[in-house]
């Protein structure tokens, strides 16, 4: 049985927007380790269940899929968001 990760995905530290952080992804854990290739040295494996990646809009949707394929899953929680409250006047302290 292939094992699958189901997680949304956190907020991009660097862009303000929230865009697809609502969409719950599943992906495939390796079932091989990499290895480097001899000819050019970059890592890859046989496995390619790695390169899938599935969307759905919300969690029970995934798991529903997780389950009616037979895959084991791991249900990672949403990341907390982290608020920073600051005054404009503490620029200046």
């Known amino acids: 049985m292939p094992t699958v990760r189901i997680f ?7 862009q303000s927007g929230k865009a697809r952080t609502q969409v719950w992804r599943l992906e495939f854990e390796p079932a091989e380790p990499k290895h480097a290739d001899p000819l050019t ?4 494996s046989g496995d390619t269940r790695e ?3 599935l969307s759905f809009p919300t969690q029970e949707a995934a ?13 990672v929680p949403a990341p907390k ?3 920073k409250l600051q005054a404009y ?3 200046f302290r």
């Open 8 to 14: 949304q995905r956190p907020k991009n530290a660097m």
């Open 41 to 44: 040295g970059w890592a890859g």
């Open 51 to 53: 390169q899938v990646r």
């Open 63 to 75: 798991v529903a899929y997780c389950e009616a394929q037979g895959f084991d899953y791991e249900l």
């Open 81 to 83: 968001p982290k608020l």
């Open 89 to 91: 006047a503490d620029n």
